[in-house]
């Protein structure tokens, strides 16, 4: 079997998706899900201009060896867009394999090691009365585990948080929609939410937040200290990760269990979080992480240290990703939770899917290879549309993380 050709297919139905598509001259294909938000056409140009024409031709069985021959052989190793764009293509070479065995995905990985996969949703509000009541609605829904984000009382829009929908898509179309952030009264602030929350929630569902990058060490010690009572499931990215030490002090001073690694590309970004026991989750997901081949190595390494999968599932990375992380989460032994934060009825049009999803639990399905295809004349109906990001800025207008 020889690879013939390879296409990359860019469509917005609602936020936009890159999907790269490998055929082969037998006639079988797979697919893959190569998605930056908000920096989308990087990776287009990455694999239409680079990778593409080095896989013309070869044998797309050997995923080990090409995997290693675009990781190794670009000589620029790392970052979200190359290793975007590996996954994009381990993940269709994975689905091509799985379907040549004539088998799904996570029987090709060992088979499944539960029968169905525990997801959480999100819940936010601005007021904590409407955090209360969006984490009521899904646990009537039946999500056994949920993220709670809250609005801070004098900001206008946070993380998760947005006063005037109709004018952040406006702005997105143009530049990144700027917001305003204080850590003080972040601080303040949150403990009130999650208190309330298992005032109202008791103790059957598990609560979960993210700080999204925006804390110092000791401040995300402290948040985590505080949030001790109300025995969260986690708290994730607390701090930005590029000082993985920073995590020891953390670590020093709570409980809370620790979540990290959605934007991380390799396993050296989680090497020393892992060896040094200072998460308890890592997050990475088979789209900016090297696709099977990537994020099955980091969580063989992770199971070693009682380190638990959390695979990042926002609405921003295709139903493509989300099947092959139902494999993967399906098989892997040291499994924690998936996220889940759905997609829009165009995006589950676009993407025809064996993977469901019921109550809290999601399960890939029984069709081989990772069960997810594209509808190429769907996609044509959503061209890409620009879109990026918020920014993030400190009341004094100092640039701070998003
Ligand atoms: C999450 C994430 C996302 C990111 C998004 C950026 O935990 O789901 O933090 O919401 O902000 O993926 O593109
Ligand atoms: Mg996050």
Same mark, same amino acid.
């Given at each position: 079997m020889k690879i013939k050709e390879i296409r990359v297919i860019v469509a917005s139905p609602g936020r936009n998706f890159v999907t790269v598509k490998i055929i082969t001259d037998e006639g079988l294909y797979g697919i893959g899900d190569a998605t930056v938000n908000g920096r989308e056409k990087a990776v287009v140009a990455y694999l239409e201009d680079h990778v593409a024409p080095c896989l013309? *031709?070869?044998?797309?069985?050997q995923i080990e060896d090409i995997w290693q021959y675009l990781y190794r052989g670009a000589y620029w190793r790392r970052g979200p867009i190359t290793m975007a764009a590996i996954s994009g293509v381990d993940m269709a070479l994975w689905d091509i394999k799985a379907k040549a065995a004539n088998m799904p995905l996570y029987q090709l990985l060992g *088979? &499944?090691?539960?029968g169905r996969i525990m997801c959480y949703a999100h819940a936010q509000g601005r007021t904590i009365a409407e955090v209360v009541e969006a984490v009521q609605e899904k646990r009537e829904q039946g999500f056994a585990a949920i993220r709670a984000q809250a609005g801070v009382p004098?900001?206008?829009?946070i993380y998760g948080i947005r006063k005037d929908k109709k004018k952040l898509t406006t702005l997105a179309k143009a530049l990144p929609v700027e917001e305003v952030w204080s850590t003080s009264e972040y601080l303040r602030h949150i403990p009130k939410v999650f208190e309330k929350l298992r005032d109202v929630v008791g103790w059957n569902t598990h609560l979960l937040h993210d700080?999204?990058?925006? !804390?110092?060490p000791i401040e995300a010690a402290r948040l985590g200290k505080e949030l001790e009572p109300f025995r969260l499931f986690w708290l994730e990215?607390?701090?930005?990760?590029? !000082?993985?030490? *920073?995590?020891r002090l953390v670590r020093q001073h709570t409980t809370t269990p620790i979540a990290l690694g959605e934007i991380f590309n390799t396993i050296w970004d989680a090497r020393q979080l892992i060896e040094e026991q200072l998460i308890d989750y890592i997050r990475t997901t088979s789209v900016h992480a090297g696709g099977v081949t990537g994020l099955r190595r980091i969580f063989d390494f992770a199971s070693i240290y009682h380190v638990r999968t959390a695979c990042h599932g926002p609405t921003d990375v295709s139903p493509v990703t989300m099947g092959t992380n139902l494999h993967i989460d399906l098989w892997v032994p040291n499994f924690g939770i998936q996220e889940y934060s759905g997609y829009r009825e165009a995006t589950h049009e676009m993407f025809p899917h064996a993977w469901s999803w019921k109550g809290g639990y999601l399960h890939p399905g029984? &069709?081989?290879?990772?069960g997810v295809d594209i509808d190429e004349a769907v996609a044509e109906k959503y061209p890409y549309k620009r879109a990026y990001l918020p920014v993030n800025r400190l009341e004094d207008g100092t640039l701070w993380h998003w």
């Open positions: 013309i *031709g070869r044998d797309p069985m *088979g &499944a090691s539960r004098g900001f206008e829009s700080a999204h990058h925006r !804390l110092t990215d607390a701090v930005p990760a590029e !000082l993985p030490e *920073g995590y029984e &069709a081989i290879g990772h």
